[in-house]
């Protein structure tokens, strides 16, 4: 499958943080949610492919085309939405539409009010009066109405409540159903990424730690859980990270059906990708000992 | 890039829709007060606010990310936000050009052509050369902080009319030439703004190119 997004080793030092060595590629037609804890890195990779900050090394690839030589090409094809509304308060989105008819090509005013309808959206009001689910929703307007053929949604349903976030969600699942445009998505609300996703990228402390297909990832991994006295016979290369309470352990695993075999006597769940994101992240620490 | 200059006039409509019954104000005390030279200084220094205004704007919406994210190119943007102050510069002119027009008309006692021919010169080179002093500052430390480095450029002029009146007279330069050279110095005055334009939105635009977000 052709590959419409590319990152290849991609850096980024801060004071206090480091994007390192980020790699991973979206295909064509695709949605990617882009999971990982709060200052995972999840806001600065997406900077990074959009050139919004300067990298200090690695290769990032938008439409098999490199993201700095061919900026202004790239970003004709490309729908951006942030975690917060970026117009001005002052604006109504009437004047948002006529802006942008001015930025994008091929913008198009009437695919951008059949959305302002879609959502319920007044287009004469201004943006401070409107709650931070509409402005969302007016953001994804923007960013859907020039046919753009990958979307960049940072946090796009963090603070909806859960009817805009399913009307949202609904919209993205609608933009990619002709098999030529692609979604990546980064969010923490990881039941938004099991409904929408096909490939889940997992971002932690600046590092990525798993990009797979969702479908394989779910039937992967299994979270084995036994006793506390279970825990001992259990082989800890086997533990990709694990948690003990009062009545026993639960342990990430992978390879979910050959360890049903290995550990007859322990029950083998499936994984949900809260679960895998929250002991692989931990497992990094409690595993070491 | 018209997009861009477009946001900026929506986004300062507010300020603007305030702005103008204060100049209409301002125009009618200083014709009230034989002196049009005031209304004029105050509409030059209104319009090259503005926007230093729209940039505030910007930094509060976080604009900027997005703006980047456009396919316009960070060169651009910056020379939209230039473009924006000359527009209204020359909106400022021709405001002041009408209000003396119909001063002229009326038949104000004491008005002089000449006399406002200067103060507009005057003024719009004022607010040129504070604006392509200001506008790098502010695209290398932000509005906030450049607020301050604002009220510095001001009292610059002020300070050295202070430090002036200090000296004793022998070393008061002679400024006679200037009325006998008149043209000549209005052409050099025009080049030299033109070529602190140019090297201020080129700094402006270095700095904005290498600025994360």
Known sequence: MENILELKNVCKTYKDFRLDNVSFELPKGTIMGFVGENGAGKTTTLKAILNVIHCNSGVVTVFGCDHIKEEQRIKEDLGVVFDESNFSEALNAREIGQILQHVYKRFDKKVFYTYLKKFDLPDNKKIKSFSRGMKMKLSAAAAMSHDAKLLILDEPTSGLDPIARHEILDMFLEYIEDGEHSILFSSHITGDLEKICDYITFIHKGKILLSEEKDLLLEHYGMLKGGKEEFSVVDKSDVLGYSMNHFGFSALIKDRETKKSKYPSMVIDKASIEDIMVFLAEGEEVCVD | ?213
């Open chain 2, 1 to 213: 890039m018209r997009g861009l200059i477009l946001k900026d006039f929506y986004s300062i409509g507010k300020s603007g829709r305030v702005l103008l019954p204060m100049i209409l104000f301002f125009f009618i005390m200083s014709f009230a007060a034989g002196n049009t030279s005031f209304a004029t200084g105050f509409v030059m220094v209104m319009m090259m606010l503005l926007p230093i205004t729209s940039m505030s704007y910007d930094a509060a919406s976080k604009w900027d990310i997005y703006a980047v994210s456009l396919p316009i190119g960070r060169t651009k943007i910056v020379l939209a936000k230039y473009l924006f102050l000359l527009i209204l510069m020359v909106l400022a002119v021709l405001l002041i050009t009408v209000y003396s027009l119909i001063v002229w008309a009326i038949g104000m006692k004491g008005f002089s052509v000449e006399d406002t021919k200067l103060t507009v010169l005057l003024c719009t080179g004022g607010g040129l050369f504070v604006s392509t002093i200001l506008l790098p500052l502010v695209y290398k430390f932000g509005v906030e902080k450049s607020r301050y480095m604002m009220f510095g450029i001001f009292m610059l002029p002020y300070l050295l009319v202070i430090i002036g009146k200090q000296l004793p007279l022998s070393f008061h330069p002679d400024f006679s030439w200037i009325v006998t050279h008149q043209g000549l110095v209005v052409f050099l005055v025009i080049l030299a703004l033109a070529a602190l334009f140019m090297l201020s939105l080129a700094l402006s635009a270095s700095f904005y190119r290498k600025k994360d977000f």
